[in-house]
């Protein structure tokens, strides 16, 4: 059976990686239709090698008979249109935040939670979870399961492609006028971003917290287990696609390095490359086009009584995003029929 599927945001970074994919894995499409803005119908985008699609006005598209819709187009969009598209019975899967922490809506990370799509058809709408959530879960799950994970500290190093095209472009032209001694004053970050780090993504809390760590706490809550307590620290880096984590946990159980390393070894969506060596480990430039979650650096946190450090890395345009999405929707074919 074939399924007709509809990109929303299909001209943006996510979206374009959504219909990469969807021809990669071969999803099984009877037709995709690739929608965005007003401003950009009529663009063209690739799908798969040789077909080329035409963007339609998402404002006129009607979607009666379409099965499932992929949604990046921003959370004030998505607001709009996806309980539009979800009323006329399209499955939803969307990559903004608007969703992600309402109670009745899944939050899901196929490798962590797929039992949460159980409930689906109630709103018709699934949430993919933030970007450094998601690689961070995918990480923490095999070994939640193992020794019960009491506590988070987590520190992110991310990429300027989770701030859109916008944030690469500035990287990149800041970089460029560096070298010829022309300044260019931030526009899409707070400071210069190009050979410095920022630690702000999103707007400020009350707390004092950043919008991207209360999300990091929260998903983490959500997806994984409400016990566990997480504190985060978020930092934007000269770096154009590849988040990176440094991550340390507090089990309630023991656990040793090797064991870890083994558990991990074994798990869903992680690869682990631990060599105490020169380049032992993954960088985020290695992450960037391939679909696994990065695991190195394990080791022991002699502060605590059951505590390890890990270093986590992932393509946040991929399976941050575009690839979670994409499995939700394998997940709901596979064990739901949709």
């Given at each position: 059976m074939g399924y007709k599927v509809a990109v929303v945001g299909a001209t943006g970074n996510v979206g374009r990686?959504?219909?990469?994919?969807?021809?990669?894995?071969?999803?099984?499409?009877?037709?995709?239709?690739a929608l965005a803005s007003n401003n950009s119908a009529g663009k063209e985008v690739s799908f798969g090698e040789d077909k080329i699609l035409v963007v339609q006005d998402l404002a006129k598209y009607d979607f009666k008979g379409t099965q499932i819709g992929l949604f990046s187009p921003g959370a004030s969009v998505s607001k709009i249109f996806a309980p539009k598209a979800a009323e006329a019975g399209c499955?939803?899967?969307?990559?903004?935040?608007h969703f992600r922490m309402m109670e009745d809506i899944p939050l899901v990370v196929p490798e962590v939670n797929p039992e949460a799509l159980k409930n689906f058809r109630k709103k018709n709408i699934i949430a993919n979870p933030n970007c450094s959530t998601i690689q961070m879960v995918v990480a923490l799950k095999p070994l939640h399961d193992a020794a019960k994970i009491k506590r988070v500290v987590v520190s992110t190093y991310q990429s300027v492609s989770g701030a859109g095209k916008e944030g690469m472009d500035e990287?990149?032209?800041?970089?460029?006028?560096?070298f010829v001694y022309d300044k260019q004053e931030p526009k899409k970050f707070t400071k210069q971003i190009a050979y410095n780090v920022i630690p702000h993504i999103d707007?400020?809390?009350?707390?004092?917290a950043t919008k991207e760590e209360w999300k990091m706490v929260h998903e983490t809550k959500k997806i994984l287990d409400p016990k566990i307590e997480v504190s985060a620290t978020c930092v934007r880096v000269p770096v154009?696609?590849?988040?990176?984590?440094?991550?340390?946990?507090?089990?309630?159980?023991?656990?040793?390095?090797e064991e870890a390393r083994e558990i991990l070894d074994n798990a869903p969506g992680c690869v682990v490359v631990d060599r105490a060596e020169n380049g032992g480990y993954t960088s985020p430039i290695e992450a960037v086009g391939e679909d696994a979650v990065y695991i190195s650096r394990i080791r022991k946190?002699?502060?605590v009584k059951n505590g390890l450090n890990l270093w986590v890395v992932s393509d946040n345009v991929r399976k941050g995003a575009a690839l979670n999405?994409?499995?939700?929707?394998?997940?709901?074919?596979?064990?739901?029929g949709l």
């Open positions: 990686v959504m219909l990469s994919i969807l021809a990669e894995r071969k999803f099984p499409v009877s037709e995709v239709v499955v939803v899967i969307d990559n903004t935040s990287l990149y032209d800041q970089t460029k006028k560096t707007v400020f809390m009350d707390d004092g154009f696609v590849g988040h990176s984590e440094s991550i340390n946990i507090e089990f309630e159980n023991a656990i040793t390095p946190d002699p502060t999405s994409i499995q939700i929707a394998e997940e709901l074919v596979r064990s739901y």
